[in-house]
Every structure is written in structure tokens, then in C-alpha cells.
């Protein structure tokens, strides 16, 4: 068994380290052409960058810009976690969870 921290346990200089080491190793994983690991390694990244955000930053029903997904916004209608739960819009409505760091501010375009 390992001793590593949970997200929840890490401080900003902690998150940030581990955000850099993720974003290595996806790079090197890419570059080997292993997309199943660098798809892994990009998610894990968002998760701890999700930890850098603070939940109260996220309204529930206000549409948002998800990163990576250009032209596509989400309606939140709560959080949960690190979670925003809520639709795609122009979608069929199925209720799905992002992690907070996907979501982009349509207002202050951040």
C-alpha cells in the first residue's frame, strides 16, 4: 500500500506539484503514442486542478464553457464534491458531472 495524499489533503504547493508531475507524464505518454494512459493522466490532472478552485466560484443555474469542448456550455444545477452537476445545452438534457476545473466562466471569459 502507498502512502500518497488524497487531493482533498494537499495544500496549493502540493496540488501544483502534482499537477506538473501529471502533466509529464501524460506528455511522455503521448509521445509514445499510449493515448489510453495520456487520456488518464490529462483527467487525473483536471481532478487535483479542481482542488484549486473554489467551489463557491461555481453558481448553481449559471451556464458555463467547458474546457476543451469549444462551442459546448453546461447549465449548473448543484455541486456536489469537486463535482458541478447539470446538462450540456443543445444536448437531450441528460444530467452528467464535470469536474469544476472544466468549467469556464462565460461572463469573465475565465
Not at 495524499?5 to 501529471?22: A, P, Q
Not at 503521448?30 to 453558481?59: T, W
Not at 445545452?89 to 469573465?108: C, D, F, I, Q, T
Amino acid at each position: 500500500m502507498t502512502n500518497e495524499k488524497m487531493y482533498s489533503e494537499m495544500n496549493e504547493y502540493e496540488l501544483r506539484s502534482e499537477i506538473g508531475r501529471l502533466m509529464e507524464k501524460a506528455r511522455k505518454a503521448e509521445q509514445l503514442g499510449y493515448l489510453n494512459e495520456y487520456a488518464v493522466y490529462q483527467r487525473k490532472a483536471v481532478m487535483a486542478q479542481s482542488y484549486l478552485i473554489d467551489p463557491e466560484s461555481i453558481e448553481p443555474g449559471e451556464i458555463y464553457r467547458i474546457d476543451g469542448d469549444e462551442g459546448v456550455y453546461f447549465h449548473v444545477d448543484y455541486l456536489k464534491g469537486r463535482f458541478a452537476w447539470g446538462y450540456r445545452l443543445g444536448g437531450e438534457r441528460a444530467e452528467e458531472a464535470l469536474p469544476l476545473a472544466m468549467l469556464k466562466n462565460v461572463k469573465s471569459g475565465m
